[in-house]
Antibody
């Protein structure tokens, strides 16, 4: 059974940066692909980016390309998502999620519990 | 990025009703389409993958169809526990998996 445990809620001022962690257990970390998805209050799930935890290659949504960096620490089985130049519109719950390939298709099978980021002056 | 558009954004229905939610992709995605259910304060739960395959443990009143750009999620007979938000997700453009804006299903 895989578990993804995220770091706690954050409050930041506009212009600051935040780094959210996602620790994986119960699976072979380096075989995992971890995605970051955010959800503003009452809004859609928004895919931000992805890291292949073994080789460390990443891919980002065009929307966040200039402001987000996803990294991993294989020794700690942890993935990090850093978002820079924060603005009030970044207030949201941030989720990490692990995908699985099953029946010829990918889907997200495990999710972190979510990290609430509040950006306010 | 592939854009996903769901309709309607919200829907009022009663227990026992048949409900259909639509998802349209900005380009053809074959059948690389998932449906999730999300309840308040919870993480999304997979219902359907590959446009029409029912995830293990999901009640058979849920079904999905479609290919290319147009997809539907149907709940054949609404139960009380089905009132939630529903999201489609495309997994055609690996690994850039975008979501629809969601459909909030409310009790009439």
């Amino acid at each position: 059974q895989v578990q993804l445990v995220q770091s706690g809620a954050e409050v930041k001022k506009p212009g600051a940066s935040v780094k959210v962690s996602c620790k994986a257990s119960g699976d072979t970390f380096t075989l995992s692909a971890i995605h970051w998805v955010r959800q503003a209050p009452g809004q859609r799930l928004e895919w931000m980016g992805w890291i292949n935890a073994g080789p460390g290659n990443t891919k980002y949504s065009q929307k966040f390309q200039d402001r987000v960096t996803i990294t991993r620490d294989t020794s700690a089985s942890t993935v990090y998502m850093e978002l820079r130049s924060l603005r009030s519109e970044d207030t949201a719950v941030y989720y990490c999620a692990k995908d699985i390939y099953s029946g010829g298709y990918y889907h997200f099978d495990y999710w972190g519990q979510g990290t609430l980021l509040t950006v306010s002056s | 990025d592939i854009q996903m558009t769901q309709s309607p954004s919200s829907l009022s229905a009663s227990v026992g009703d048949r409900v259909t939610i639509t998802c349209r992709a900005s380009q053809a995605i074959e059948t690389y389409l998932n449906w999730y259910q999300q309840k308040p304060g919870k993480t999304p739960k997979l219902l359907i993958y590959g446009a029409s395959s029912l995830q293990s443990g999901v009640p058979s009143r849920f079904s999905g169809s479609g290919s290319g750009t147009d997809f539907t999620l149907t709940i054949s007979s609404l139960q009380a526990e089905d009132f939630a938000a529903y999201f489609c997700q495309q997994t055609y453009s690996t690994p850039l998996y975008t979501f629809g804006q969601g459909t909030k299903l409310e009790l009439k």
